[in-house]
């Protein structure tokens, strides 16, 4: 008889949703989180509202985390670092420190739910500014200020009369090795200019983007009411830098449609920084013996069929951790690392 | 004890992943199917290669449908048309005619997989004269070209030497209700760029656009390659019309970027349709008393952190039933569901 036991690495919306979903079909759960909290990015980088349904994060995080605490199927380790790795599928042992105490855990399958870490604009872009000028903040920033409920200028605390997003911060940009796309942010963004027409009804507010990828419902959904209710300006140009000039921030670049260049004063600037692999990933990454890409997310293998599986069996992917992935690909991508964990497990016994 | 029993309806990707994973965790699904053959659209469709690794797409669905045929898990049931259904999570019974004959299958829960169709170009956007000029083609009918390796003009059976696809036909249109992004069509479209690279080396391609959404890796994966290796030309622009001048087709529009009409001859011109609810979605969605959105796509309740429940307990709904959906977003949902359909009868035979 193998170990049916589940290991799930990462706490956030994946791992809560897969930890939930194991216990329900009646096998055990072992959450991992190294935090002290479970609801990972979300919970960790303060979100307000989701993407596109503009949900309050805060609420819909406290429920998904609900329903693993307490729940019999679900041994939770919080503050639990893994340092270690061997073993096959049916048969893994995983090492770690938790609270400072050295454990040692046994699975019969590892789903790894490392999510993502927010580009750091300041690290090559510095032609924004951000660590320069105090009106120069990312999409992070902004959520941090919506959940509170004081949408200001961080300069002066006032309300600002104009607001610029700067699209693809940190994406489709072969010069700093990030060629894909990060999916998310044309939507937060988005979903962001109408949180601001709510705090600030009277403020101008802009999007500066290459293309935007409202995909699927996201059209419908945020990018018409953004357009058409709420009097977002949408412009299809490149901003290239940010200068100050007295109290106020001078966008500059060229709009793409009008063919020319482009030089707008802006109260506040939002940089939508995008999505890259997390330490965490990288790490467990290298611990468990998977497979990352160029850009340092893990790699599925499978194609567009296999969207958890690994090149080591009976370790699974889901979410943010394999690539730019919105929360609606994280769920589902919960599911089905959930789905292929228990059937590989199973299978191991059948034939034992 | 409640029925244990899963049904699927519906055999494409979709429904054959949700088929396979149930079976692998040990219970039971009833497959349906009204076809006679398995493998859904890319099958009924002829689709060459998958977007975006370009598998092999005969291969890939050969391989879901053995993974189902002879599974010891999986009832299978072929030209099986759903007629009715009565009662609740636990315990459905659920009406059809299977090669005339009436049938009733009981299950404890139900999975739609009945996926979209594509949008008819000679619907409501006669401007492109797809039912009027051979050499206007949808990406449907591209694919089927590839397939049978014999890419030509229909007009006269010879190699195009000029290629045009214009992008959101059906889609992003309020005129004919269809507001949303269909999602594919742009990946799609870049995918079929190159294969027309590769069948016609000389031939110059163009794709006209509104915003390319190259969503994640299909940046890097199908867009980049596109533009670099396979050298697509890619034009912002609208076409509105297309006549036939001669022998040629000429595209009429406007060049958004570079603000002036534009006037272009064409050999073969590739409209890429978007996607619609099937009639099946349509069909099912009533006799299961599931609510419809306002396009006829299935909708799912709870937002970006439930991709597959909808307002009736013990139905499910995964895969492009519920609205545009690539691939991995079909086989990540069919997952999803599968843990949530069994997690439900578990949960109510737990509580019997």
């Given at each position: 008889?193998?170990?049916?036991?589940i290991?799930i690495?990462?706490?956030?919306?994946t791992?809560l949703?897969?930890?939930?979903g194991?216990a329900?079909?009646?096998y055990?759960?072992i959450l991992?989180?190294?935090?002290?909290?479970?609801?990972?990015?979300?919970?960790?980088?303060n979100?307000?509202?989701?993407t596109?349904?503009?949900r309050?994060?805060?609420?819909?995080i406290?429920?998904?985390?609900?329903?693993?605490?307490?729940n019999p199927?679900?041994e939770?380790?919080?503050?639990?670092?893994?340092t270690?790795?061997?073993?096959?599928l049916?048969?893994?042992?995983?090492?770690?420190?938790q609270?400072?105490?050295t454990?040692e855990i046994?699975?019969g399958?590892v789903i790894l739910a490392?999510?993502?870490?927010h580009?750091?604009p300041?690290?090559?872009t510095?032609?924004?500014?951000y660590?320069?000028?105090?009106d120069v903040?990312?999409i992070v920033d902004a959520?941090?200020?919506f959940?509170?409920g004081?949408?200001?200028?961080?300069?002066?605390g006032e309300?600002?009369k104009?607001v610029?997003?700067?699209?693809?911060?940190?994406?489709?940009d072969r010069?700093?090795?990030?060629?894909?796309?990060?999916k998310?942010?044309?939507?937060?963004?988005s979903?962001?200019?109408i949180e601001?027409?709510?705090?600030?009804p009277?403020?101008?507010?802009?999007?500066?983007?290459?293309d935007?990828?409202?995909?699927g419902?996201?059209?419908?959904?945020i990018?018409?009411?953004?357009?058409?209710?709420?009097k977002?300006?949408?412009?299809?140009?490149?901003?290239?830098?940010?200068?100050k000039?007295?109290?106020?921030?001078?966008?500059?670049?060229?709009?793409?449609?009008?063919?020319?260049p482009m030089?707008v004063?802006?109260d506040?600037?939002?940089?939508?920084?995008?999505?890259?692999?997390s330490?965490g990933t990288?790490?467990?990454a290298?611990?468990?013996g998977?497979?990352?890409n160029?850009?340092?997310?893990?790699?599925?293998?499978g194609?567009?069929?296999?969207?958890?599986?690994?090149?080591v069996e009976?370790?699974?992917a889901?979410?943010a951790?394999?690539?730019?992935?919105d929360?609606?690909?994280s769920i589902?991508a919960?599911?089905s690392a959930?789905?292929?964990?228990?059937g590989?497990?199973?299978?191991?016994?059948?034939?034992?």
């Amino acid at each position: 008889m193998v170990n049916e036991k589940i290991i799930i690495i990462g706490g956030g919306p994946t791992g809560l949703e897969a930890a939930r979903g194991i216990a329900d079909i009646g096998y055990k759960a072992i959450l991992i989180e190294k935090r002290e909290r479970l609801g990972g990015m979300p919970d960790e980088a303060n979100y307000a509202a989701l993407t596109p349904d503009m949900r309050n994060a805060e609420e819909a995080i406290d429920e998904m985390r609900a329903a693993v605490i307490d729940n019999p199927g679900v041994e939770l380790m919080l503050n639990t670092t893994i340092t270690g790795a061997e073993g096959e599928l049916g048969n893994f042992k995983v090492k770690g420190v938790q609270n400072g105490k050295t454990v040692e855990i046994e699975a019969g399958a590892v789903i790894l739910a490392t999510g993502f870490q927010h580009f750091d604009p300041g690290r090559e872009t510095q032609k924004y500014g951000y660590y320069e000028h105090d009106d120069v903040i990312t999409i992070v920033d902004a959520e941090k200020m919506f959940k509170a409920g004081n949408f200001v200028r961080p300069s002066n605390g006032e309300k600002p009369k104009s607001v610029a997003f700067i699209q693809c911060v940190g994406s489709r940009d072969r010069q700093i090795g990030n060629e894909y796309c990060s999916k998310v942010c044309c939507g937060i963004s988005s979903k962001q200019a109408i949180e601001v027409k709510h705090h600030c009804p009277d403020a101008k507010v802009f999007i500066f983007y290459i293309d935007m990828r409202m995909y699927g419902y996201w059209e419908n959904e945020i990018y018409w009411p953004a357009q058409e209710k709420y009097k977002v300006n949408y412009i299809k140009g490149m901003a290239t830098e940010i200068i100050k000039k007295g109290d106020t921030l001078i966008v500059k670049g060229e709009d793409t449609t009008m063919r020319r260049p482009m030089e707008v004063p802006m109260d506040l600037v939002i940089l939508a920084v995008g999505m890259e692999p997390s330490i965490g990933t990288k790490e467990m990454a290298d611990i468990f013996g998977v497979t990352k890409n160029k850009f340092g997310f893990i790699e599925t293998i499978g194609g567009a069929l296999n969207t958890v599986s690994t090149n080591v069996e009976g370790v699974f992917a889901a979410g943010a951790c394999t690539g730019p992935a919105d929360l609606e690909d994280s769920i589902s991508a919960a599911g089905s690392a959930v789905m292929k964990s228990i059937g590989a497990v199973r299978k191991i016994n059948i034939h034992a």
